[in-house]
Every structure is written in C-alpha cells, then in structure tokens.
C-alpha cells in the first residue's frame, strides 16, 4: 500500500471545465481523491471541493491552476498510527 506523505485540500473556481477531466489529472498526482461540486445559484462559475493525499503538493496546485483559481488551500502532513 503506498502511503502519501500530505493531505491536500482545497477549493477550485472553475468556469467551463468538467469533473471528469479534473479526477483525470489529479489521479496521476495522488490517492484518495474527492471531488465534491458546490451548490451555486445564478452564478456561470462554479467551486469544486478538492481532497487529496500526495507526495507532492506543489504538482497537485500547479495542474489545478490551469483549470482555475485555487481557494481556501489547506495542507496538512499524513500521520500513520500503529504501522508495524
């Protein structure tokens, strides 16, 4: 089992871009990967609720902003409890 070593979460302002081809990109950097689209109202842009464990942060940002603006980013280091 791999384990990553930072738990991603973030939101993502996005325009014309669908779910799919965000999940596409994003699950070649990670795993356990959530996508969660927010309910908005009169509004052409939407906000997508990222999850993701990776090893590298900075990849996982860097493919996102050419879909959109990142939001409300949050890392945190994955901590495993009774490995042995």
Known sequence: MNQSRYRVEF?????????EVIRECLAELGEDLNLEEE?????????????????NPHLVFDA??????LKQVKISEVTTYGTK
Do not use: P, Q, W
């Not at 939101?11 to 779910?19: G, K, P, T």
């Open 11 to 19: 939101r993502l302002n996005v325009y014309d871009i669908s779910l």
């Open 64 to 69: 996102c902003s050419e879909f959109g603006r």
């Open 39 to 55: 309910a908005r109202e009169n509004t052409k842009n939407r906000i997508i609720k990222i999850h993701l464990h990776t090893d």
